[in-house]
Nanobody, 123 residues
Framework: VQLQASGGGLVQAGNSLRLSCAASGRTFSSYDMGWFRQAPGKEREFVAAIRWSSGSTYYADSVKGRFTISGDNAKHTVYLQMNSLKPEDTALYYC?????????????????WGQGTLVTVSS
């Protein structure tokens, strides 16, 4: 599975961005797709995930109510709509795919990663 993330940029606090992640290759093997982020000097952290089989979505507490993950199965694309952005949302955002069941936020289960797209939120 190859993943291509896009949509990052520089925005002012309070504004919105939409990230996209297009998957190619063995996309039928994907169980969950997720978004993660890594700020400078910090560990990579879970942001949101979608389970293809049920359409269920999951969010980190820090983004709940502001971010929305969605997916287009026919296009093998996942989106992350980010509203009410805050400076603390500044990070490199990665999309990832996993082919195994289990906890949606468990990073080691995600075997395929995109290259990352940078989101910078100014105050």
């Amino acid at each position: 599975v190859q993943l291509q993330a896009s949509g990052g940029g520089l925005v002012q606090a309070g504004n919105s961005l939409r990230l996209s992640c297009a998957a190619s290759g063995r996309t039928f093997s994907s169980y969950d797709m997720g978004w993660f982020r890594q700020a400078p000097g910090k560990e990579r952290e879970f942001v949101a995930a979608i389970r293809w089989s049920s359409g269920s979505t999951y969010y980190a507490d820090s983004v709940k109510g502001r971010f929305t993950i969605s997916g287009d199965n026919a296009k093998h694309t996942v989106y992350l709509q980010m509203n009410s952005l805050k400076p603390e949302d500044t990070a490199l955002y990665y999309c990832a795919s996993k082919a195994v069941a289990g906890r949606y936020s468990y990073i080691p289960d995600y075997g395929y990663w995109g290259q990352g797209t940078l989101v910078t939120v100014s105050s």
